[in-house]
Structure formats: C-alpha cells, structure tokens
C-alpha cells in the first residue's frame, strides 16, 4: 500500500529515482528526503530545498536559488537548504546534478557532526 503523500513529492522522488533510491518522510509539516538514510533535500510547501555548505553555496546562488528560511517565535531562522534551480524539475540529469552536490554537503555535515561527537568523547 502506498503512503499518503502529495503529488509532488512523489514526482520529486520519482524524478530522483535516477540518480539513487530517495525515501520522503514526513516531519515538520513538510518532507525530509534521504539517501541512504541521511537526509540531503526537504519539501516545504511544494517546494524543493537543497543542502547547501560552503562548497556548494555558490552554486545555489548562481541559479537564482534562495534559502528556506521560517519563523519561530523568538525570531527567523535560515537554514543550510537553499532552493531547488527551476530547471532541476523538469530534466532528470539535471535534478541528479543537484543531487549529488546536496548529498555532498550532507554527507560533509554528517562527517563533521560524527568527529565532533567523537572529540567530546575523548575529552571526558
């Protein structure tokens, strides 16, 4: 039985499905999306956000890409996902090009995260 999810995630992960097999799962009030367990896109609203870092930011800046940004109560937030280019949508070799640089950067993260875990273990 297929989950309920709305229309566009499931193009999104179909239009992934070139690249490497995508899971959504819902959180927040929108999608995380992963690879291999570790999440490297989110939908919000019908629309597709990237991870970004400081070696693939320029790209997203180059295509006209935004970040997510939201409000919580105490003040605005931006987060390390910029938008998906509008050309990523509708070509597939496209959105696995910008695939692969968000789990890069995802990838990236979760190396630093995983040593800095390790450090403060050893500081104990």
């Known amino acids: 039985m297929r989950s309920a999810r709305n229309e566009f995630v499931d193009y999104v992960v179909e239009l992934m499905a070139g ?4 899971s959504a799962r819902r959180m927040f009030g929108g999608y995380g999306l992963y690879r291999e367990g570790l ?8 629309e597709l956000f990237f991870k970004t870092d400081a070696n ?3 790209q997203f800046e180059r295509a006209g890409s935004r ?17 998906a280019p509008v050309a ?15 789990y890069g950067a995802a990838l990236r993260a979760h190396a630093t995260n995983a040593s800095t875990k ?3 273990g050893k500081r104990k």
């Open 19 to 22: 690249w490497a097999a995508v």
């Open 67 to 83: 970040p997510f940004v939201y409000q919580s109560q105490a003040q605005t937030v931006q987060l390390s996902y910029w938008s």
């Open 39 to 46: 999440m490297f896109a989110l939908i919000v609203e019908d």
């Open 88 to 102: 990523s949508l509708d070509s597939p070799a496209d959105m696995g090009e910008w695939c692969r640089t968000a």
């Open 56 to 58: 693939n930011l320029a």
């Open 118 to 120: 390790a450090n403060k």
